[in-house]
Nanobody, 111 residues
Framework: QVQLVESGGGAVQVGDSLRLSCTASGRSFGSYSIGWYRQAPGKEREMVATISSIAKTNYADSVKGRFTISRDNVKATVYLQMNSLKPEDTAVYYC?????WGQGTQVAVSS
């Protein structure tokens, strides 16, 4: 059993930055690949970034060069640093580990 709790969302303006955190409780955090996903109103949930157990990363084309995913296995936390935010980044952001999902954190970017 893994529980995931996201934090760090908020309302910002175009060009601002935010750092999301996903903190896990449970066993074997370090062995999981962790992903950040997002879902905008009326749209399907989409992958934003993933990081494997050996810290290999993967990004959606829409966020490459702006977002950075990282992990701290000691703190059982995965971060998503989001820079140069755009209105199209507005969504609820979810953390995923295997079949486990967090409750989501809202990001709203206004122009």
């Amino acid at each position: 059993q893994v529980q995931l709790v996201e934090s760090g969302g908020g309302a910002v303006q175009v060009g601002d930055s935010l750092r999301l955190s996903c903190t896990a409780s449970g066993r074997s955090f370090g062995s999981y690949s962790i992903g950040w996903y997002r879902q905008a109103p009326g749209k399907e949930r989409e992958m934003v970034a993933t990081i494997s157990s050996i810290a290999k990363t993967n990004y959606a084309d829409s966020v490459k060069g702006r977002f950075t995913i990282s992990r701290d296995n000691v703190k059982a936390t995965v971060y998503l640093q989001m820079n140069s935010l755009k209105p199209e980044d507005t969504a609820v952001y979810y953390c995923n580990a295997g079949s486990y999902w967090g409750q989501g954190t809202q990001v709203a970017v206004s122009s």
